[in-house]
């Protein structure tokens, strides 16, 4: 080691690379450092691969002609999402919760003064992974449930209206999903508060709509959370009070944005 | 070098750090003594930007903490040992954070070696034992190669060997030229290790001052036995010394000196059994300092008897 008795040169001089870029490495690492990171990640793969399976071998033979020729295939075949979004949400949270949690937000925190750097490092590195991921096995699970599905009207190709579309917004979803849970992290801190609030929000509001005269359920209906955002990965919409999908999309999109931007905000007044 | 002007922290009506000012000057280890609650973890983080005060500041080589981009090559920090994420290697866990400030992974493996971790460098944190997480803790603030180095209870869980060890690396690392901040219960490990103290009580300065300062002060006890004891007990008042009767017969003195009272009893004629300088450890320093702190809510009588001078 060598002596350090003057203050050390200007600490960006002494580093050509850009400040940024190490952030997002160290982010990098971290999330691919811990067993969570795996283990979500394979039991969110594992849902939506094997219940597409599934639904491909055991649902046709139960299906009446009515109900085939008005089967969305592709929302079938992605059936498996209603679980793997869970798994995505708690890997969200946890990419900072879990700092929290164990303390190891200080040692971050003092590594890298900007906090805003660091959620936003958080952020990326997060969606870009749940993107790959989550958009790989929705492939699979279309492709599979093609490959194993039985009768005609449940064959579908990418071809058709609407399926890229839906299959590719499935991996959208799952990453807007991991991003309300770590928007919601950054404000809560918790994990468990922080996963049941994100289930609360998820789940509950779409229950409670049914409770609503009919008249509210087709105005404010379509904006509850998880029936906003799944309208992405639905091929073919019969439901007239639905948003459509990029517009769902986009309102879902807009409670993980909220919730990110109040984290934002709020990360650089308190105390860590 | 740290320097602290009138830090303050209020958790709502709580006062954690009352109007702190202090400074750990470079090539030196500095004590940082207080009771339990006392804020000296409150302090530590303010140092290291983690909590913001509620007004004063704090500079670490003349700016605040929070303004430097690539801090860890400035500072360096232990504070809770076992905060970090159990799952982790201790390998990924220098790692991640030596990425973050443009840090080598050679410098990595040497902190590693350093601190003899090397060998358990890919086993996830979440199965160490504290000392083994006092040991990465100390690996983590070293990985900068930084200035000043800031340590609350490090020797906390450590073996006598580690203890050992951390002794002679604080000590090492202050003659290096570093500033390091050290806080410790440990009265005897810091006695032997810190050359300043700053002793804090309920969030408010007491002392800074040196070790030899501290333990030297006014408050020296000399004890002495005499068969005229009464006679020098009157002596010793007459030259506005306090003496004090002991159940054992003999005296405790202060306000002289042992040469003013050998002088003084041979001049008279007084003879003298037993005349002892009780230099007082700096653990009763500290309690009595400490102790007037809590008991009397006057830390200032307590800076005007023992504050350096």
Sequence with gaps: MTAGAAPAPSDVAEHPRGYAPDVLRSEYWKLRSVPSTPWTLTAAVGSNVVIAVLAAIFIPGHLSAADASS?????????????????????????????????????????????????????????????????????????????????????????????????????LYLSAVGLLGLGLGAILRSSAGTIATLFGLLFVPSLLTSL????????????????????????????????????????????????????????????? | MIEAVGLSKRYGATVAVDDLSFTVPPGQVTGFL??????????????????????????VNGRPYRAYRRPLVQVGALLEAQAMHGGRSAYNHLWCLAVSNGISRSRVEEVLDLVGLHSVA???????????????????ALLGDPAVLILDEPV?????????????????????????????????????????????????????????ELLNGSGTLIRVRSPQAEQLAVLLQQRGATAARQPDGGLHVTGVTAEEIGELARGRGVTLQELAVQQPSLEQRYLELTGEAVDYHTPTAALAASGPR
Excluded at chain 1, 216 to 238: D, K, R
Excluded at chain 1, 241 to 248: D, F, I, K, Y
């Design chain 1, 71 to 171: 089967t969305d295939a592709v929302r079938l075949s992605l059936a498996g999402l209603h679980l793997s979004q869970i798994a995505f949400g708690v890997l969200g949270a946890l990419v900072i919760t879990s700092e929290y949690g164990t303390g190891m937000v200080r040692a971050t925190f003092a590594a890298v003064p900007n906090r805003r750097l660091v959620l936003a490092a958080k952020a990326t590195v997060f969606v870009v992974t749940a993107l790959v991921v989550g958009t790989a096995s929705c492939f699979a699970a279309y492709g599979l449930f093609q490959a194993f599905v039985s009768g005609g009207d449940l064959r579908s190709s990418l071809g058709d209206p609407g399926v890229l579309r839906a299959v590719i917004g499935g991996g």
């Design chain 1, 212 to 272: 609503l005269p009919h008249a509210w359920q087709t105005t404010v209906g379509g904006y509850v959370p998880m029936e906003a955002g799944s309208q992405i990965f639905i091929a073919v919409h019969h439901d007239s009070n639905s948003l459509g999908a990029w517009t769902g999309f986009g309102v879902f999109c807009s409670y993980a944005a909220a919730a990110l931007a109040i984290g934002f905000l709020i990360i650089d007044q308190r105390d860590a």
């Design chain 2, 34 to 59: 207080g009771p339990n609650g006392a804020g000296k973890s409150t302090t530590m983080r303010m140092i290291l930007g983690l909590d913001t005060p509620t007004s004063g500041r704090v500079t």
């Design chain 2, 122 to 140: 890919g086993k996830r944190v979440g199965g160490f034992s504290l000392g083994m997480s006092q040991r990465l803790g100390i690996a983590v």
């Design chain 2, 156 to 212: 906390n869980g450590l073996d006598p060997e580690g203890v050992l060890w951390i002794r002679t690396l604080v000590k090492s690392l202050a003659e290096q030229g570093r500033a390091v901040f050290l806080s410790s219960h440990l009265m005897s490990e810091m006695a032997i290790t810190a050359d300043r103290l700053v002793i804090i009580g309920r969030g408010r300065l007491i002392a800074q001052t040196t070790m030899a």
